[in-house]
Structure formats: structure tokens, C-alpha cells
């Protein structure tokens, strides 16, 4: 990662080292993509023994990069103790219901390909099946929160379709990554229109887990 900005040099023993001082055992953590450069399951088992050495509870996204990530019964025959995936599905973590899915580059956006529309549908369609799964498994009583790894918006940008089915599926957060170096600045954080968005790429956090939830509970 280095090659990226002098901010990522010795990223993981700085993340490690804020990580650690931060987190409880009993705390959980959201962990919105990209989590790995690795290719296979082999070579992803360094990252996940980093992960899992980690204090406190972890839920897991695929991100763009995640390319060792495979079917549901393969993540979770590979996947230590304190993690788990949201993969097409909701997550309950004390009186708090996660729903998402990775996104997409949408169509409309100005860097677009040919194929992203495609793909962005695709994962329009894995949101849906979250929002299902929360609505057939959990009272809507629940508070929602949902992480992403795309943004669902944009500075300067109309909001993608992501959008209204977060609003529509009353999540009150949504916490989401993608974006690094200049990109930040295109990132929106705060509330939109009923949804607190928060950014938490790790070079736009310092390398440190970022309190999300005080938002939720207001």
C-alpha cells in the first residue's frame, strides 16, 4: 500500500496499534471492504489471523478488491471466530439490525463503463435482498444502519439508487468506504435528507476505528 501515500507506510502495525487501544473485546466493528489484496483463500489467511487478532466483534463486507472472497459456505469455512459476513442477508447486533451490499460505480457517473451499469443492478438487487431479510426476520421497531463499500452518493452529484432504498427501509446510518486519496473530497459526511453517512475510508480516519453509532441513538 505504500505506493499509494506516505500515509499508508506501516499502516497495519499504525492500525493495529489505535485499533487496540481503542476497542473492547465486546465492541463490534464494521468493516466495509477491501479488506485484503489477496487472490485465493491461501493467500488472504495472513489478513484474517491480523483481523482476528484484533479485540472485539467484527462484521464484514465484500469490497471491489475483496477477489478471495467466495460463496457464503466458503467464507464460512475460512472466517475466524470473531467474524462474520453480510452477504445478501441482514445482521443483528444488539438492538441494532445491519442491511447493505458492496454498490457500484452507477451508471450515471461520470468515470462509468460500459459494463458498470450491469453491475451496479447487481448489487441493487443484493441490497433489496438484505432489506428483505430485515424485514422477514426483524421488527421494524429495530434501529437500521447499513454499510456499504461504494458511496451511495457523491458531492456534487445526484444520489444513486441506493439511496431511496435506504430511506425507504428506514436505516437512520450508513457507513461506507472506496474513496482514497483526492477522492475524499467528493465523500459526504453527515446527514442527508433522514441518513447519517459516514465515511470511514482508513486513510480519511488516520488508521483508527471511528465511533459511528451516537447518531443512531439521538
Partial sequence: MDRFGEIWVDHAQTMARRWDALVSAEDWLLLPGDLSWARNEKEVQPDLEWIEARPGKKLLLRGNHDSWWGSRAKLEALLPPSCTALMHDAAQIGDLVVVGARGWTAPDDPIAGPSDGKLF??????????????DRRFDRTNRRIAMTHFPPLLLGRSPSDVVPLLQAANVRLCAYGHLHGDDHRLAVDGEVEGVDYKFVAADA???RPRLIMESVYE
Fill in 121 to 134: 443492478q447487481r448489487e441493487i438487487s443484493r441490497l433489496k435482498l438484505s432489506i428483505e431479510d430485515a
Fill in 205 to 207: 480516519i488516520e488508521m
